[in-house]
């Protein structure tokens, strides 16, 4: 059964840069048509995708993020990883790592998420 | 302002059955087959319910059904259970360019 754990700090100071990471246990990262995606939900709003890698390194991000996300992936550590830098209180979410299965063209695999407070 | 619209709320008691709209527009909802439905209850991992429109996933009730017409997707839940009661969120591709959009979710509270 593959599950997904994001980690990282949880306050970032704004101006810099937010950094987490998803482990991928119980399965390989590399294996089978997935993507591997970040998304996040700022308190009382919705979902908003922000990117995606492939194994292979390619990724994709969304257009109102694009300048400041970076989307890297360790597959000797089964991990994924997420730098969005030049924060503001607008960047505070949960943020909730996720696989992309092409074959379900759909999220079927979510981690728990992370809070992320942007503050001095 | 998230890019489909669902309504923040929706009840009904146990047994009956509810269906949760999600709007889109012609440039997402409206021209892919690839809308996906999520639960989500508060502290838990967000689940998969529906994707492709239609389809569930394995291990997934029969209670649980989707539909789309135009730009319009919807989720129905039949015979409610108070387990029912979570937040649910759509999903739809946007193209190329947007990749995915997201629902503001919907609380289904089970009376």
């Known amino acids: 059964q593959v599950q997904l754990q994001e980690s990282g700090p949880g306050l970032v100071k704004p101006s810099q840069t937010l950094s987490l990471t998803c482990t991928v246990s119980?399965?390989?990262?590399?294996?089978?048509?997935?993507?591997w995606s970040w998304i996040r939900q700022p308190a009382g709003k919705g979902l908003e995708w922000i990117g995606r890698i492939f194994t292979s390194g390619s990724t994709n991000y969304s257009p109102s993020l694009m300048s400041r996300v970076t989307i890297s992936v360790d597959t000797s550590k089964n991990q994924f990883s997420l730098k969005l830098n030049s924060v503001t209180a607008a960047d505070t979410a949960v943020y909730y790592c996720?696989?992309?299965?092409?074959?379900?063209?759909?999220?079927?695999?979510w981690g728990q998420g992370t809070m992320v407070t942007v503050s001095s | 302002q998230s890019a489909l619209t669902q309504p923040a709320s929706v009840s009904g008691s146990p047994g009956q059955s509810i269906t949760i709209s999600c709007t889109g527009t012609?440039?997402?909802?409206?021209?892919?087959?690839?809308v996906s439905w999520y639960q989500h209850h508060s502290g838990k991992v967000p689940k998969l319910m529906i994707y492709?429109?239609?389809k569930r996933p394995s291990g997934v009730s029969n209670r649980f059904s989707g539909s789309k017409s135009g730009n319009t997707a919807s989720l129905t839940i039949s015979g409610l259970q108070a387990e029912d009661e979570a937040d649910y969120y759509c999903?739809?591709?946007?193209?190329?360019?947007?990749?995915?959009?997201f629902g503001g979710g919907t609380k289904l509270t089970v009376l």
């Open positions: 492709e429109g239609s």
């Open positions: 999903c739809s591709y946007a193209g190329s360019g947007t990749f995915w959009v």
């Open positions: 996720a696989r992309r299965c092409t074959a379900k063209d759909a999220f079927d695999i």
């Open positions: 119980g399965g390989s990262i590399s294996s089978g048509s997935y993507y």
């Open positions: 012609s440039s997402d909802v409206g021209s892919y087959q690839s």
